[in-house]
């Protein structure tokens, strides 16, 4: 299974955002420095996030985001579903035409296999990854001097 950039950038977002003190905005821009992700890329994921309800998007001069949930309380495998649109492993997963599908045992096997990849996603929150905030703000630090 490979996520897409969407998801990796989505999840470093709220990774980002969950290392932060809770009431700290955080911005496109200094998330984007301490990747070294375009600007551009992370405004449609934030955006997108925002409308999620999983982050706060404030406009304005003092403006910027932070998590709308304790990290706790954000499901990795419920992002992950949110964020990715393509979950057919193989061609027959959407019907497609394969002259096997009658009889394959590949299909079953497949969709178990990603059953199994949810189910050990879905048993873990954003505070799962970033059970020590402070070590990742210093590393996010040191990161962009």
Sequence with gaps: ???TNYTDYSLRVLIYLASQEP??????????EVYGISKNHLM???HDLGKMGVIETIRGRNGGIK???PPNEINIGSIVRKTEDDFKVVECFDGGACI????????????????????VLDG??????????????????????
């Design 67 to 69: 998590l709308a949930h």
């Design 124 to 145: 873990y929150t954003l505070a799962d990854i970033v059970h020590n905030p402070l070590v990742y703000r210093q590393l996010f630090e040191t990161g962009t001097k």
């Design 1 to 3: 299974m490979r996520l």
């Design 23 to 32: 009431s700290k905005l955080s911005n496109i821009k200094e998330i984007a």
């Design 44 to 46: 449609k994921v934030t």
């Design 100 to 119: 096997l599908t009658p009889i394959c045992g590949l299909k079953h096997m497949l969709h178990k296999a990603l059953s199994a990849y949810f189910e």
